[in-house]
């Protein structure tokens, strides 16, 4: 089974400007994250989607951070404009079902670096 | 969710048992103890999860305490491969979001 995948794996961009990760979960899996990992810290939810529809974004930036996901399957995370504290990991996860053993499957992230 | 207390740092013999201690004194009934890993440069990887009774399976086992307030996950054996930082999470399970703490580094010698 092929795990969740996303691109780019690395970004380097100046501030103010906008970046785009793409994210492709496990087939089949209805339930899709995307973090943010900041150097020496745990990974931060960023949104969650059910399907296609939103379940959690109460920590995502929205006056800069947008989020979708097409057709429930695909998500692409945008920044736009970028700033310097956003340089960190972004990573997507995706899950399979609803019941207790709701564990996640990370992707190998994206790496930004804003300048 | 619960929040959870785990040493920022330990050190384990390559070969012996690695145990990781994880505090989580206000668990409620509903919730699940989940643990993850993240070797360097990758993404988290889900290793085990317990309720009440104990856990194992072919990466790890999670014992669970009575009273359910504190957790151990125990690396049979541990390998170099094992370096990495681990983190202990309490939730109610399903699609409810994983919030990760600081984590354990836990290093493997030879």
């Known amino acids: 089974e092929a795990g969740v995948a996303q691109s780019p794996r690395y970004k380097i961009i100046e501030k103010r400007q906008s970046v785009a990760f793409w994210c492709n979960p496990i087939?089949?899996?209805?339930?899709l994250y995307w973090y943010q990992q900041i150097l020496g810290q745990g990974p931060k939810l960023l949104i969650q989607?059910?399907?296609?529809?939103?379940?959690?974004d109460s920590q995502l930036p929205k006056d800069r951070f947008s989020a979708e996901r097409l057709k429930g399957v695909d998500s692409t995370l945008k920044i736009q404009p970028a700033k310097l504290e956003d340089s960190a990991v972004y990573l997507c996860a995706s899950s399979p079902l609803q019941g207790p053993s709701g564990e996640q499957y990370f992707g190998p992230g994206t790496r930004l670096t804003v300048t | 969710d619960a929040k959870t207390t785990q040493p920022t740092s330990m050190d384990c013999a390559e070969g012996r048992a690695a145990n990781l201690p994880c505090n989580h004194s206000t668990i409620s009934g509903n919730e699940y103890v989940y643990w993850y890993r993240q070797i360097h440069s990758q993404g988290p990887q889900y290793i085990i999860h317990g309720l009440k009774n104990n856990e194992t399976n072919e990466m790890a086992s999670l014992i669970i305490t009575e009273d359910r307030k504190s957790s151990t996950l125990i690396l049979p054996h541990a390998t170099l491969r094992d370096t990495a930082v681990y983190y202990c999470i309490v939730r109610v399970g399903g699609y409810q979001k994983v919030t990760f703490g600081i984590g354990t580094k836990l290093q493997v010698i030879p």
């Open positions: 989607f059910q399907n296609n529809g939103v379940v959690d």
């Open positions: 087939s089949g899996h209805a339930t």
